[in-house]
T-cell receptor
Framework: SQQGEEDPQALSIQEGENATMNCSYK?????LQWYRQNSGRGLVHLIL?????REKHSGRLRVTLDTSKKSSSLLITASRAADTASYFC???????????FGKGTTLSVSS | NAGVTQTPKFQVLKTGQSMTLQCAQD?????MSWYRQDPGMGLRLIHY?????ITDQGEVPNGYNVSRSTTEDFPLRLLSAAPSQTSVYFC???????WGTGELFFGEGSRLTVL
């Protein structure tokens, strides 16, 4: 079964607004990663947060991790139409090697 | 700078036919993996490899075979295709690592239809 579950499944916002996506997972992890997928393309890595980190920033992206709640959030600030894509969280379980993905959140940003 | 290259990009098979999806990377990555992506299901791991000669099963390995004879190549074989294997297949690679395993680099996908 899949490790991570993103919420919401779909999100529609206007340009300039912030977009928040959440990810919950089931078992203890080494790290959690977020990926982006444009329609018809492969996935692209956005950011990695380790299990001993609580928050990480990269440009307009902010990721938080709460290991006690087994959850993470991805915040995209000042969204642009070009941010329209699907976003996936993925985890590496403790003592594991493989990266397991959730089902993704589809973000639509309209201008 | 090719990264991860998948071939073919599109393929149509009949039930029972066999085929191989090719994956090659030029980044000297030890770890390689295959995922399938279906609508509403996200990405599911099929098989992965942590180095030449070493492979392991993922979440959905049935109906697929892999081998890893070189660091660069990780082909995925469908021995007898079934309609349930209609999907988009992604190959991905990364450097091997321990605790802080790093980002995966993905190919552009292979779109397979089994009639």
């Amino acid at each position: 079964s899949q490790q991570g579950e993103e919420d919401p499944q779909a999100l529609s916002i206007q340009e300039g607004e912030n977009a928040t996506m959440n990810c919950s997972y089931k078992t203890s992890i080494n790290n959690l990663q977020w990926y982006r997928q444009n329609s018809g393309r492969g996935l692209v890595h956005l950011i990695l947060i380790r299990s001993n980190e609580r928050e990480k920033h990269s440009g307009r992206l902010r990721v938080t991790l709460d290991t006690s709640k087994k959850s993470s959030s991805l915040l995209i600030t000042a969204s642009r139409a070009a941010d329209t894509a699907s976003y996936f969280c993925a985890t590496v379980q403790q003592a594991g090697t493989a990266l397991i993905f959730g089902k993704g959140t589809t973000l639509s940003v309209s201008s | 700078n090719a990264g991860v290259t998948q071939t073919p990009k599109f393929q149509v098979l009949k039930t029972g036919q066999s085929m191989t999806l090719q994956c090659a990377q030029d980044m000297n990555h030890e770890y390689m993996s295959w995922y399938r992506q279906d609508p509403g299901m996200g990405l599911r791991l099929i098989h992965y490899s942590v180095g030449a000669g070493i492979t392991d099963q993922g979440e959905v390995p049935n109906g697929y075979n892999v081998s890893r004879s070189t660091t660069e190549d990780f082909p995925l074989r469908l021995l007898s295709a079934a309609p349930s294997q209609t999907s988009v297949y992604f190959c991905a690679s990364r450097l091997a690592g321990g605790w802080g395993t790093g980002e995966l680099f993905f190919g552009e996908g292979s779109r397979l239809t089994v009639l």
